[in-house]
């Protein structure tokens, strides 16, 4: 199993580019409107902020215009420690996406798991990494249209060292947009009824006590928490123009960092923090410059 280290010290982070066909869905659809070049800007006003002002060891894989969904690069591992879970995505297509994640992954000297090595297998499996909630202490795995109970099953046959609890996700959400921590101990959560059942189910389930920051936008509850050096921590969170009423709420304890529109479009697509390399000597962090 993995080593453990302290929640939300960080070393490396892992992007994707945009995409020109960004906007497009796996497997045929409508897809959905967008903004190619905003998203493209916003993309990079996030790269830099994990390079310049947080200091992480950044990653980018090129885009794949053949792969529209492949931004989306949280979907596809899950990292805790020196261990990463390559994912099995609802749509077959994306599955095709895990091919140059697995090759960072595996540059990064990380113990690579495929969904399907474990033992029995995991057939019918589903599992995408915005639906995977760790707080530090523990899993929580949102059951969607996108993830199912056999894929919760194989993220706990994987990181056996911490508990993993399945909770609700209404309509066509991702439980990471709905929740996300604010800091070691902070879980932010938007105040919907659909995250408030969600909420509740958690509540339930856990061992450990959280302190809940409700915010009133959705957008809002999607946040990346960095543990800095010197006591810094930072927030990175929507801007103000895009979630006014609770950004003044989560300014509480952390240097904050707003990014052009961290939501690029409508519900639940938004770029983040795809997934970070969890720093293996604690002692020694990149120095981050002020924000």
């Given amino acids: 199993m993995a080593n453990i280290y302290p929640y939300g010290c ?10 020109e066909s960004f906007g497009k869905l796996a497997e045929g659809g409508e897809g959905f409107q967008t903004d190619l070049a905003k998203a493209q800007r916003q993309m990079g006003v996030l790269t830099g902020a994990l390079r310049q002002k947080v200091g992480l060891q950044l990653i980018e894989i090129p885009a794949d215009s053949e792969l529209p969904e492949s ?16 994912t099995r995505p609802f749509k077959q ?7 140059a994640v697995r090759q960072v992954l595996n540059e990064l000297n990380l113990t690579v798991v495929e969904m399907g090595d474990e033992e029995g297998g995991s057939g019918g499996a589903t599992l995408e990494g915005s639906d995977v909630f760790f707080t530090g202490k523990e899993f929580f795995v949102g059951i969607s249209k996108h993830t199912n109970h056999r894929g919760a099953e194989v993220l706990a046959d ?12 209404c309509g066509g959400s991702r439980l990471k947009s709905i929740c996300s921590m604010g800091g070691p101990n902070t879980i932010i959560i938007s105040n919907s009824d659909g995250a408030k059942k969600t909420l509740r189910v958690m509540e339930q389930l856990t061992d450990h006590h959280y302190e809940i920051l409700s915010v009133p936008e959705e957008v809002a509850a999607n946040c990346v928490y960095i543990r800095g050096p010197a006591k810094v921590d930072y927030l990175l969170h929507p801007t103000a123009e895009e979630c006014p009423n609770s950004v003044p709420v989560s300014e509480g304890g952390c240097t904050v960092k707003a990014f052009t529109s961290q939501r690029i479009i409508n519900n639940t697509s938004l770029i983040d923090l795809q997934f970070c390399k969890t720093k293996k000597n604690p002692t020694n962090f990149l120095g981050p410059s002020s924000v």
């Avoid at 960080?10 to 995409?19: D, E, L, M, W």
């Avoid at 989306?72 to 020196?82: C, S, T």
């Avoid at 297509?93 to 091919?99: G, H, M, N, T, V």
């Avoid at 994987?158 to 996700?169: G, I, M, R, Y």
């Fill in 10 to 19: 960080f070393t490396h982070a892992v992007v994707r580019c945009i995409p």
């Fill in 71 to 86: 931004w989306r690069i949280e979907d596809i591992a899950v990292i805790q420690g020196d261990t990463a879970l390559i």
């Fill in 93 to 99: 297509q994306r599955c095709l996406e895990a091919e």
């Fill in 158 to 169: 994987t990181f056996k060292d911490f508990a993993v609890s399945t909770v609700p996700v």
